[in-house]
């Protein structure tokens, strides 16, 4: 009984870990599908977003004593503005350019980042105010509770990935995003500005992934520097689902919180601690290996 | 140089030191790296020596990325795994240098082939994903202490100063002596790689960068070419992780994170993908340069370290936004352009 209760504990908690890992790696595959830009920095983006709560949220700024609930938003508002700067300031030079720069780019954004919040914020963990941090939790079966922020990203990140698809699906906008993934240059010619579409999408990317990484420090308790690891997680998401599905990057990131829960429960013990990031990364070169174009990637048909 | 060319035969085309001038410029810098140690001061000479080791890790990266093409994101992996082994070679088996950077070599090429496998079917950023895989399982595994000191010996160990080249003979110590270690190995692959350029190994390998596809078509095969490139680069790396180890004079998994990849990225960007001269170029400048900025920001701030990423980020984008072929390619238009003043047409 009480092993069943403890399997699913560590389900459960997989469960909400995988939804909030879901919300940074739609932000991914939502970037990849409309610019085809591989993005290697949404780790540190999660990790931004998670900071910037952390500054904004206690009177640090004297000016400025915002409210937690008040930092949260200004804190998205921030993602939002960010991702159009980015676009503006560097993404655009690099459309078109080879696989290789645009990697690098993104490579190289994730080291400035990390570099810049270590050099004026430091290494430590900061904890989060107290109105942040909920004390309400979910009863589930077997007596076993559903934390307030796991809760909470499952609720956001089931939001976000049907308001997703609908805004696909539905709205013009949508159908706009969608021309410009399947064909940048006919949509063009269409009269679709790719500029806006672009930063468009990089905006709502980095809002959904500085949710993620808010998510992600409140069940921690408090920022720490090791959310930018979820980066690197969030490929074996992507990779499993198929690099430009939101749907699949949604199953994709719940099978890896899953994976990381049991490999900390029920393997680390057996090979080492910390065991549980490494597990997806193993699942991410299977499934390499085995199914390239993941469970709902569109395949790529190559001729000379 | 004449306005034209007048090779007569082939050899000449392809021969490493083709100009007068060349020659001229080979003869009158042989002497330099050999005067060095008597001109400049201690901590230029260990910045130097770092040069050196560095080159050869870039040198690697270059046989992968420049010449085949493929993405690898775990430069700082590979590294680790050459300066484990060798500290392991050199501590426990008394076997002495060279035969700790042969075997360092040896092991990271096994890994470097058995993490190209998925090129057997993907190819570009699926290459990069994988690679960025291995560089974080690396990490854990260094990082585990205990358990898995059977096999690299503990996260943290300290390499001896004073060390045979083999065995125990033909002790070298002081920073002279590293340096010129240094500097001969670091020749060594030079030349290596620069003759990998003129064989018809590497014409393959540029075949497949340029389209995997009709490489194939012609008979060429992908797969197992592809596994070379990582095989030949992964060597380099790994020696050049060995030399590190004994350079720094311990090992620890915080010396290969991600960061020395970047770093790395920044330095074959910089010099120019696809040439030799471009990777030293490279290699010189950042470390120069970043030894610059180091005591430059030391002075005001108290996390330069910290910087360093911040420094290779800004100067990485600017360089592929402004000249993406990098510094090579950029010297030879300003020499063309000062060829052919005033009148340019």
Redesign the interface.
């Known amino acids: 009984m009480s092993n069943i209760a403890t399997f699913f504990e560590v389900f459960v908690r997989g469960l909400g870990l995988g939804a909030i890992y879901s919300l940074v790696a739609m932000g991914f595959v939502l970037i990849y599908k409309v610019t085809g830009v591989?993005n290697?920095a949404q780790g540190q983006f999660a990790l931004l977003g998670a900071y910037l709560v952390a500054i904004l949220a206690p009177p640090a700024l004297i000016f400025l004593e915002l409210p937690a609930a008040l930092a949260v938003v200004v804190t998205i508002v921030v993602g939002l503005l960010l991702g159009v700067v980015l676009e503006r300031v560097?993404f655009r030079?690099?459309i078109g350019?080879p696989?290789?720069?645009v990697?690098?780019?993104t490579?190289?954004?994730?080291?400035?980042i990390?570099?810049?919040i270590?050099?004026f914020f430091?290494r430590d963990s900061r904890a989060y105010p107290a109105t942040l941090q909920f004390d309400w939790s979910v009863p589930l079966l077997f007596g076993v509770d559903l934390n307030a922020s796991f809760a909470l990203g499952v609720a956001l990140s089931l939001v976000v990935v049907l308001a997703l698809m609908a805004f696909f699906r539905y709205t013009v906008m949508g159908s706009i995003l969608r021309a410009c993934s399947s064909d940048q240059q006919a949509a063009m010619v269409l009269g679709v500005s790719i500029e806006r579409t672009i930063v468009l999408s990089w905006a709502i990317s980095i809002a959904i992934t500085s949710v993620g990484g808010i998510l992600l420090a409140m069940s921690q308790g408090g920022t720490s520097f090791g959310i930018y690891g979820v980066g690197?997680l969030i490929?074996?998401a992507v990779?499993f689902g198929g690099l430009d599905s939101i749907p699949g990057a949604f199953i994709g990131a719940i099978v890896v919180g899953l994976l990381q829960e049991v490999g900390d429960y029920y393997v680390a013990p057996v090979?080492?601690?910390?065991?549980g990031?490494?597990l997806p990364?193993?699942l991410?070169?299977v499934v390499?290996?085995v199914m390239?174009y993941g469970l709902f990637g569109t395949e790529r048909i190559?001729?000379? | 140089m004449p306005c034209g060319e007048y090779f007569t035969s082939y050899e000449d085309r392809m021969g490493l030191v083709r100009w007068r001038i060349e020659r001229i410029a080979f003869v009158l810098a042989l002497p330099i790296p050999f005067l060095i140690p008597f001109v400049v001061s201690g901590g230029m000479l260990s910045t130097i020596t770092r040069i050196y080791i560095m080159i050869i890790a870039v040198l690697g990266l270059h046989v992968i990325l420049g010449y085949a093409g493929e993405i690898v994101l775990a430069q700082g992996a590979f590294m680790a795994i050459g300066a484990y082994t060798a500290v392991r070679v050199v501590t426990e088996l008394g076997a002495g240098m060279i035969p700790a950077m042969i075997l360092g070599g040896l092991l990271t090429a096994m890994v470097a082939v058995i993490f190209g496998l998925p090129s057997w079917r993907v190819k570009g950023f699926y290459i990069a994903i994988s690679t960025l895989a291995l560089q974080f399982i690396a990490e854990w595994f260094f990082e585990m202490g205990g358990r898995y000191e059977v096999i690299h010996g503990g996260t943290q160990q300290s390499m001896p100063r004073e060390i045979g080249l083999i065995g125990d003979s033909l002790t070298i110590a002081s920073r002279t002596e590293q340096y010129f270690l240094a500097f001969f190995v670091m020749a060594i692959f030079a030349i290596l790689t620069l003759n990998l350029s003129r064989t018809g190994i590497a014409r393959t390998f540029r075949g497949i960068h340029e389209n995997d596809l009709s490489s194939a078509v012609l008979g060429i095969d992908v797969f197992r070419n592809k596994l070379l490139a990582y095989a030949i680069g992964g060597f380099m790396i790994g020696v050049s992780g060995a030399l590190f180890a004994y350079y720094i004079g311990f090992v620890d998994p915080t010396h290969y994170t991600i960061d020395m990849t970047l770093e790395h990225y920044v330095m074959l960007l910089l010099g120019g993908i696809g040439r030799v001269w471009g990777v030293i170029t490279g290699v010189s400048v950042i470390s120069l340069l970043e030894r610059g900025v180091r005591d430059f920001i030391a002075a005001y701030a108290a996390d330069a370290a910290a910087i360093d990423a911040v420094f290779f980020g800004v100067v990485i984008i600017i360089v592929l936004a402004v000249e993406p072929k990098g510094l090579l390619a950029a010297l030879g238009q300003i020499k063309d352009y000062f060829r052919k003043w005033p009148y340019a047409y």
Do not use: C, Y
Not at chain 1, 107 to 112: E, P, S, T, V
Not at chain 1, 271 to 275: D, E, L, N, P, T
């Open positions: 591989l290697f560097i030079h690099f350019e696989v290789l720069s990697i690098i780019v490579l190289a954004l994730g080291g400035i990390t570099g810049g270590q050099f430091g690197i490929f074996a990779v090979v080492g601690a910390g065991f990031e490494v990364m193993l991410l070169v390499i290996l390239p190559e001729r000379l």
